[in-house]
């Protein structure tokens, strides 16, 4: 396995709308593979395609340790009620907003065999759900959020999360 290089900021590949996976190759297991281990070396919940440079709806998420969800043309096909809560995002470091997601969404997606299945997240595993398939889309979180944090808020959180420690 192999980290990955996870694209930040203002690269111009976060904005763009990826291609649907026609094909599952030892290729795309390989970037299955380095997806995973990028986001847990980052210390991240989710990660998609464009954030490791490649255009393609290609998506894992871990919100529970050792829980690991690899999405292969992933489509939401149901949502239900809301939620409104904290995000971040790895190719947005340092910042932090408020964004209002379904409580709960059922998606669509092939896995690494090429099967289609059916998975129903709720809370945290919602949020990450809807905000990794935005990033296929070019979406990222600013985008739909209520409002972004401002530096002091962000440096409180972190300084509360540093009292737990
Ligand atoms: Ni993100």
Aim: aromatic share 4%; proline share 7%.
């Amino acid at each position: 396995m192999a980290k990955l290089t996870i694209r930040t900021d203002d690269d111009p590949i976060l904005g763009k709308v990826c291609k649907p996976i026609d094909k599952i190759t030892p290729r795309i297991l390989t970037l299955l593979d380095d997806m995973v281990e990028t986001m847990r070396h980052a210390s991240g919940v989710g990660l998609a395609g464009p954030q490791v440079g490649v255009l393609r709806r290609i998506v894992v998420v871990e919100c529970e340790p050792g829980v690991v969800y690899e999405l292969i043309n992933p489509v939401i096909t149901h949502r239900e009620g809301t939620q409104i809560g904290r995000e971040g995002c790895l190719s947005l470091p340092g910042q932090c907003g408020i964004v209002p997601r379904p409580m709960t969404v059922t998606l669509e997606a092939t896995n690494r065999k090429g099967e289609r299945f059916t998975v129903t997240g709720s809370g945290l595993l919602a949020r990450a759900f809807c905000h990794e398939l935005d990033h296929l889309d070019g979406v990222l979180y600013p985008a739909v959020a209520q409002r972004m944090m401002t530096p002091e808020e962000i440096e409180k959180l972190y300084a509360e999360e540093n009292d737990d420690d």
